[in-house]
């Protein structure tokens, strides 16, 4: 039976991960995420047939109708949905109540809102605390020494679970150069074990920085263009 391409194209993704896994100083699991935004329907169906189960979305709405959708004609399905787009405070609500994993979380406001926000029948939201880990370069995220303050407003929260952190650095096409940032975040996400010892995933690397990020420790990647092709409309709409 012949591969159709996406199916093709997670299978390469995941032998990169194996190689990148097997050479990187921290071997333990890396988990892949299917980062869809723009993209139809069609094609996440395409990818879950081929076993992806976890999705990344960046754009609100689109996330919500994409959930909705899959819940409806697949419910017997158990997705896991990522919000890993810029999030505003007035669309906090949506992402409460519809996904699993919020991965842009970088100011006390939005964690109260999301943790007031989330259904009770809901396990609580997943949260990845954001670092802005090029410094000026990037406006999202937070400054690293803000986050022992952060960790602990999300800790304290009823319905939100710190798991982590996450990062997109500025881009950089040497990987010598990716990997000294990528590490910088793993020190981080070390000393954030520490303390908490429900925290386990440090989201980073995309289609072009994946190799660095899991020789320095990522445990998520998240992969849009090598699985589904280049994107029709900018990233940052
Ligand atoms: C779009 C996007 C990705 C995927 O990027 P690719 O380069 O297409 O793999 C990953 N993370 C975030 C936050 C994104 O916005």
């Known amino acids: 039976m012949t591969m159709n391409p996406i199916e093709q194209n997670l299978q390469n993704v995941r032998e990169k991960i194996a190689s990148a896994a097997a050479c990187g100083r921290y071997p333990h699991a890396v988990t892949l995420l299917a980062v869809s935004k723009t993209k139809p329907v069609a094609a996440i169906e395409e990818a879950i047939a081929s076993g992806q189960r976890g999705f990344g979305e960046n754009y609100v709405q689109e996330g919500v109708d994409k959930v909705l ?67 000026e370069a990037s406006k999202s995220g937070i400054k690293p020494a803000d986050l022992p303050a952060l960790a602990a407003t999300v800790a304290a929260l009823p319905h939100l679970t710190l798991r982590g952190l996450m990062a997109i650095p500025a881009p950089e096409s ?15 996400f070390a000393q954030l074990k520490l303390h908490y010892p429900q925290v386990d995933t440090l989201s980073m690397g995309m289609t072009d920085d994946m190799s660095a990020a899991i020789a320095a420790g990522s445990t998520l990647v998240r992969i849009g263009t090598a699985i589904f092709g280049t994107r029709d409309y900018p990233q940052h709409v």
């Not at 896991?80 to 970088?106: M, Y």
């Not at 989330?118 to 670092?131: D, G």
Request: charged letters at 20%; proline letters at 5%.
């Open 69 to 135: 959708y899959f819940r409806e004609v697949m419910p017997q399905v158990a997705l896991q949905w990522h919000f890993i787009g810029p999030l505003q405070s007035n669309k906090s609500r949506l992402v409460a109540e519809h996904f699993d994993w919020c991965h842009t979380v970088d100011r006390h406001k939005i964690t109260q809102r999301l943790s007031e926000q989330r259904p009770a029948a809901l396990s609580p939201l997943n949260v990845l605390l954001q670092v802005n880990i090029s410094g």
């Open 174 to 188: 040497d990987y010598a150069r990716q990997l000294a940032v990528f590490q910088s975040m793993n020190d981080l």
